[in-house]
Antibody, heavy 118, light 107 residues
Framework: QVQLVQSGAEVKRPGSSVKVSCKAS????????ISWVRQAPGQGLEWIGG????????HYTQRFQGRLTITADESTSTAYLEVNSLRSDDTAVYFC???????????WGQGTRVTVTS | DIQMTQSPSTLSASVGDRVTITCRAS??????LAWYQQKPGKAPNLLIY???SLESGIPSRFSGSGSGTEFTLTISSLQPDDFATYYC?????????FGQGTKLEIK
């Protein structure tokens, strides 16, 4: 059974960084496409970036370019999303999702709530 | 970036109704379109992929159609569990944008 388990909720100060993890079980992590999607309070879904671990190259939505870093550790089947220079409007639930040979989100993590507050 | 526009934003319907949600892409995405259902406080759940293929385990009352720039999600006979928010997503080219969502409410 393919599963994704994300790290717990975070509260951060403006200007700081946060790193969210997404541990996969089942399936073939190295060749799966891992996406990161965020959802601000009361808002819709926003695809912010993704990676295929075997290829190592991450893709980002342009407006986040420079503030996001997506990585993957094949040895632990874990993907990571790091957001730098946090602002209050980065407050959101961050989801990871995976697809086998596809970028659609076939399996989702439970979400990680990140709150940015002074 | 490819813009995805859903309509309507909100839809009020009753149990047993047939409902249709539309999703338009700002340029052709062939059939690289997915539909998701999301309930409050939960992760999205994949319903339809490649515009018209039903994901395993999803009831057959859900169906999708379309190609190019215009797509629809149809629920043939609404059940109480179907009241949720629905999103389309294109996965033709980066970034893989979502529609703004359609909230399906009980009339």
């Amino acid at each position: 059974q393919v599963q994704l388990v994300q790290s717990g909720a975070e509260v951060k100060r403006p200007g700081s960084s946060v790193k969210v993890s997404c541990k996969a079980s089942g399936g073939s992590f190295s060749t799966d496409a891992i996406s990161w999607v965020r959802q601000a309070p009361g808002q819709g879904l926003e695809w912010i970036g993704g990676i295929i671990p075997l290829l190592e190259t991450a893709h980002y939505t342009q407006r986040f370019q420079g503030r996001l870093t997506i990585t993957a550790d094949e040895s632990t089947s874990t993907a990571y999303l790091e957001v730098n220079s946090l602002r209050s409007d980065d407050t959101a639930v961050y989801f990871c999702a995976r697809g086998t040979n596809t970028w659609r989100g076939e399996t989702w993590g439970q979400g990680t709530r990140v709150t940015v507050t002074s | 970036d490819i813009q995805m526009t859903q309509s309507p934003s909100t839809l009020s319907a009753s149990v047993g109704d047939r409902v249709t949600i539309t999703c338009r892409a700002s340029q052709s995405i062939s059939s690289w379109l997915a539909w998701y259902q999301q309930k409050p406080g939960k992760a999205p759940n994949l319903l339809i992929y490649e515009a018209s293929s039903l994901e395993s385990g999803i009831p057959s009352r859900f169906s999708g159609s379309g190609s190019g720039t215009e797509f629809t999600l149809t629920i043939s006979s609404l059940q109480p569990d179907d009241f949720a928010t629905y999103y389309c997503q294109q996965y033709d080219s980066f970034p893989y944008t979502f529609g703004q969502g359609t909230k399906l409410e009980i009339k």
